[in-house]
């Protein structure tokens, strides 16, 4: 039934939110972006739940994201636009949730934050730097931590793609 299905798939993007969050704000380096991607992703994915006949589910909704992702790269590519108010480079520091406060924990020192942000963005502008089938495949196994199958999976692409992709991004 419907409303059993509605249940199950709102689990499913309670467990799985901040993973593909993390991954279009990553791909996207926009967390306005992003948030348009994971909302987007969540409606196809639940439109589509009904044909989810593999195991891996965790794979199936990253491939949705990364899909939405390209899909939003690509267009954008195609209509460039200049944001009126530029968001500060900080925003991309933003935790797993757009909403969250990037603030120093009370262990970290003020020059520890400092460095850590820096070397965040230092991080971000080498990700920004490479293909995106290079940077999806680094986001999947490094900062996600999917095996190699799994991010075969996600980029509808061959084991041995990913390891070349990899290899070559890092």
């Known amino acids: 039934?419907?409303?059993?299905?509605?249940?199950?798939?709102?689990?499913?993007?309670e467990t799985f939110q901040s993973q593909a969050y993390n991954l279009a704000r990553r791909m996207l380096s926009d967390?306005?972006?992003?948030?348009?991607?994971?909302?987007?992703?969540?409606?196809?994915g639940y439109r589509a739940f009904h044909q989810f006949r593999g195991d891996n589910l965790k794979a199936w909704l990253m491939r949705i994201v990364a899909n939405t992702c390209?899909?939003?790269?690509r267009s954008s590519k195609s209509r460039p636009t200049v944001p009126l108010d530029p968001l500060p480079p900080d925003d991309m520091e933003a935790s797993s949730v757009p909403s969250a406060v990037n603030l120093p924990s009370r262990e970290e020192s003020p020059e520890d934050y400092a460095e850590r942000?820096?070397?965040n963005r230092t991080i971000q502008g080498g990700l920004d730097a490479l293909p995106q089938d290079q940077r999806m495949s680094l986001l999947?196994?490094?900062?996600?931590?999917?095996?190699y199958e799994e991010a075969a999976q996600v980029m509808g692409c061959s084991l041995g793609t990913v390891k070349s992709r990899l290899s070559r991004g890092r």
Do not use: P, T
């Not at 967390?31 to 196809?44: H, N």
């Not at 390209?70 to 790269?73: F, P, S, V, Y």
């Not at 999947?140 to 095996?147: A, E, K, P, Y």
């Open 70 to 73: 390209r899909d939003i790269l």
């Open 140 to 147: 999947l196994v490094d900062v996600q931590g999917m095996s």
């Open 31 to 44: 967390w306005a972006l992003a948030e348009d991607a994971v909302q987007e992703s969540m409606v196809s």
């Open 1 to 13: 039934d419907r409303s059993g299905q509605s249940q199950c798939f709102n689990c499913i993007i």
């Open 117 to 119: 942000r820096e070397l």
